[in-house]
């Protein structure tokens, strides 16, 4: 069965970087375009990234261009966001999810909590 | 930039039907989506292709889009069906979701 697992939030300073990782298995991983969405304490989801398979392609949403890069490993079946210059608006729950390949994101992995505080 | 806006929320007694409406302000051709997500859980893909339901859905939920609104419907609503909804298109380079909608059924 499809499976996504994030990992290596936490709580960082503002300023500060960090990286999330995603691991895949259940799936072909490299058929398909990967994304992090993000929901903040009692918001709604904010996609934030997406990589598109063989990694060429590569969009942002506006509130993280220039400041978090996406990027993945096929051979280790793993997805990343690399999240640098955090600000308090970066605290949220970080999922990564898979694309369906029919305009949806068919598998969502549990999340992971980034917490941007002094 | 490019919003989707849905009802903050929606009620409905149990058998009844419920519907969420996701209006677009700049619709094209994309493609809509809906999610299910329950409080400490992540989302669920339960319409995709602005109609088509993943295997596992159930019947009782549909979609439907006319002009600038798409339109999730859940018939014979159950109480397990109560959740945040949220609606979500895409275009090129750019993924956007609704507001989202809380149904509450009571």
């Known amino acids: 069965q499809v499976q996504l697992v994030e990992s290596g939030g936490g709580v960082v300073q503002p300023g500060r970087s960090l990286r999330l990782s995603c691991g895949a298995s259940?799936?072909?991983?490299?058929?398909?375009?990967m994304h992090w969405v993000r929901q903040a304490p009692g918001k709604g989801l904010e996609w934030v990234a997406v990589?598109?398979?063989?990694?060429?392609?590569?969009y942002y949403a506006d509130s993280v261009k220039g400041r978090f890069t996406i990027s993945r490993d096929d051979s280790k079946n793993t997805l990343y966001l690399q999240m640098n210059t955090l600000r308090r608006e970066d605290t949220a729950v970080y999922y990564c999810?898979?694309?369906?390949?029919?305009?949806?994101?068919?598998?969502w992995g549990q999340g992971a909590l980034v917490t941007v505080s002094s | 930039s490019y919003e989707l806006t849905q009802p903050p929320s929606v009620s409905v007694s149990p058998g009844q039907t419920a519907s969420i409406s996701c209006s677009g302000d700049k619709w094209g051709d994309e493609f809509v989506c809906w999610y299910q997500q329950k409080p400490g859980q992540s989302p669920v893909l339960v319409i995709y292709?602005?109609?088509k339901r993943p295997s596992g859905i159930p019947e009782r939920f549909s979609g439907s889009k006319s002009g600038n609104t798409a339109t999730l419907t859940i018939s014979g609503t159950q109480t397990m069906d109560e959740a945040d909804y949220y609606c979500?298109?895409?275009?090129?380079?750019?993924?956007?979701f609704g507001t989202g909608t809380k149904v509450t059924v009571l």
């Open positions: 990589i598109s398979y063989g990694g060429i392609n590569k």
């Open positions: 999810a898979k694309d369906s390949g029919l305009s949806g994101m068919d598998y």
């Open positions: 292709q602005d109609d």
């Open positions: 979500q298109a895409w275009g090129t380079g750019l993924w956007v």
């Open positions: 259940g799936f072909t991983f490299s058929d398909y375009s």
